[in-house]
Nanobody, 120 residues
Framework: QVQLVESGGGLVQPGGSLRLSCVAS????????MAWYRQGPGKKRELVAR???????DYADSVKGRFTISRDNAKNTVYLNMNSLKPEDTAVYLC??????????????WGQGTLVTVSS
């Protein structure tokens, strides 16, 4: 099994910054795509940012220029640096990883989510 543990959420004022972390553990052989999704109040889950094994990245239009996704393969960790936060960024942020486990199975794993609240 592969597990994900997220951290770094909290309450921040508009214009502020936060850094989210997601650590993968368990029977990991390869970590492939790593991504952050979010689900705001009354909204559908949406992709925020994705980073591939090649380190190529994709971002939602709403966060381009403000958020940066990165990964540290040695630590099995993906980060999301969030700057210039807006109230509309308020959401539960969920880590998503596609991996191959030591049995050779391809798995997709979700974290439990971390709440980000942007409010004055």
């Amino acid at each position: 099994q592969v597990q994900l543990v997220e951290s770094g959420g909290g309450l921040v004022q508009p214009g502020g910054s936060l850094r989210l972390s997601c650590v993968a553990s368990g029977n990991i052989y390869i970590l492939r795509d790593m991504a952050w999704y979010r689900q705001g109040p009354g909204k559908k889950r949406e992709l925020v940012a994705r980073i591939k094994m090649s380190f190529n990245t994709d971002y939602a239009d709403s966060v381009k220029g403000r958020f940066t996704i990165s990964r540290d393969n040695a630590k099995n960790t993906v980060y999301l640096n969030m700057n210039s936060l807006k109230p509309e960024d308020t959401a539960v942020y969920l880590c998503n990883v596609q991996a191959q486990d030591v049995s050779g199975d391809n798995v997709e794993v979700w974290g439990q989510g971390t709440l980000v609240t942007v409010s004055s």
